[in-house]
């Protein structure tokens, strides 16, 4: 198996590396690439230091069975056609493809199908969308959800290293602005991305990319997105409506529980809690009516909401076109 890995230095890329080799995958060889300034770097996989390579358009012609991509959507937009062509599979983090229709839009647990006899690129969601759905879908599915409220506690690591050491030199003092529109210690700011007609870009990705993963371009979504002085893991408060009755809360609890990867738990469940884990957690679960429940959700944005999804995308995809693999890698 031959893997590569773009922006393979940023948090994302650190992250895909550590959750690749924690997985029982036969890596052959694993290939690092990001931008000059981090070339010459080495990180560690399964032992073994590995260079980080200057990304550059030729390196896609030595062949690929998977291609990770964490390096942003101008990046993405030039390098993953070309790694596309040379390659079996290209799993892209950015929201450069998410809507493309041509393109899946991928959470394995929900619709890993879309997997099976593709080639080309897939589009790895917005992190904030991976953990609502993963805690949502088992609803949707038994009960058709119709309206979510949302509001997200996002924290800092969702911006990258920068917005990590923004965090990190306003604690000691330094509060000039220049990741995110205010200062973020001991604050919350309640944008994330430009606006669009009142909606900022987080949530236009909320709104749209839910509607895509679950098919279904009826359900209204309306979410706030925060940032929050948390160095790691995303949460969400949610409120939703469903078509149809719920019959208990018991019966609410146990189709929540029934989502694959999500632990449903009457602790309180905190960012700090899930740091490092590769599960979706829910709790304050609430059955207001027969039609609307409330719950907290907590994630590591960094795994579940990006590196771990792209890797279960890979996972996924091998082993619904394994057959076709075999023949691919023996020629």
């Known amino acids: 198996m031959r893997i590569a890995i773009v922006?393979?230095?940023g948090a994302v890329g650190r992250n895909m590396v550590a959750v690749l080799e924690n997985t029982e995958l036969t890596v052959d060889e694993l290939h690092l690439f990001a931008s000059e300034r981090s070339a010459g770097q080495r990180l560690s996989f399964r032992g073994v230091?590995?260079?980080?390579?200057?990304?550059?358009?030729?390196?896609?012609?030595?062949?690929?069975?998977?291609?990770?991509?964490?390096?942003?959507?101008?990046?993405?937009?030039?390098?993953?056609?070309?790694?596309?062509?040379?390659?079996?599979?290209?799993?892209?983090?950015?929201?450069?493809?998410?809507m493309d229709p041509a393109i899946p839009l991928v959470v394995p647990e929900i619709n890993g199908h879309l997997l099976r006899g593709y080639r080309g690129i897939v589009a790895n969601p917005n992190c904030s969308t991976i953990q609502m759905l993963l805690a949502l879908y088992r609803i949707h599915d038994r009960y058709q959800l119709s309206e979510i409220?949302?509001?997200?506690?996002?924290?800092?690591?969702?911006?990258?290293?920068?917005?990590i050491s923004e965090y990190e030199q306003q604690l000691?003092?330094?509060?000039?602005?220049?990741v995110f529109v205010k200062q973020i210690a001991h604050n919350v700011i309640p944008l994330i991305g430009d606006l669009r007609d009142d909606i900022s870009q987080e949530e236009w990705k909320m709104i749209n990319e839910?509607?895509?993963?679950?098919?279904?371009?009826?359900?209204?979504?309306?979410?706030?997105t925060v940032r929050?002085?948390?160095?790691?893991g995303h949460s969400e408060a949610i409120i939703a409506r469903t078509l149809f009755p719920i019959m208990s809360k018991a019966d609410l609890i146990e189709t929540i529980s029934s989502g694959e990867n999500v632990v449903v738990t009457e602790d309180i469940v905190t960012p700090v809690d899930v740091a490092g884990n590769d599960?979706?957690?829910?709790?304050?679960?609430?059955?207001?009516?027969?039609?609307?429940?409330?719950?907290?959700?907590?994630?590591?944005?960094?795994?579940?909401?990006?590196a771990t999804n792209a890797v279960r995308i890979l996972l996924k995809h091998l082993s619904l076109n394994l057959s076709r693999n075999q023949v691919m890698q023996s020629c």
């Open 7 to 9: 922006g393979a230095t």
């Open 49 to 98: 230091e590995l260079p980080v390579e200057k990304l550059a358009e030729d390196v896609f012609a030595r062949g690929y069975d998977y291609v990770l991509f964490s390096a942003g959507s101008d990046v993405a937009k030039h390098f993953a056609p070309i790694a596309a062509h040379y390659s079996n599979l290209v799993i892209d983090n950015s929201s450069a493809f998410r």
């Open 149 to 163: 409220f949302v509001s997200t506690y996002q924290s800092v690591s969702g911006a990258g290293y920068k917005g």
């Open 172 to 178: 000691g003092g330094v509060y000039e602005p220049r």
């Open 210 to 224: 839910t509607r895509k993963i679950l098919n279904s371009r009826a359900l209204n979504v309306y979410p706030t």
């Open 228 to 232: 929050v002085p948390v160095r790691i």
């Open 279 to 306: 599960l979706t957690y829910v709790c304050r679960i609430r059955l207001f009516d027969a039609h609307t429940f409330g719950a907290w959700v907590v994630a590591d944005n960094l795994r579940v909401g990006a």
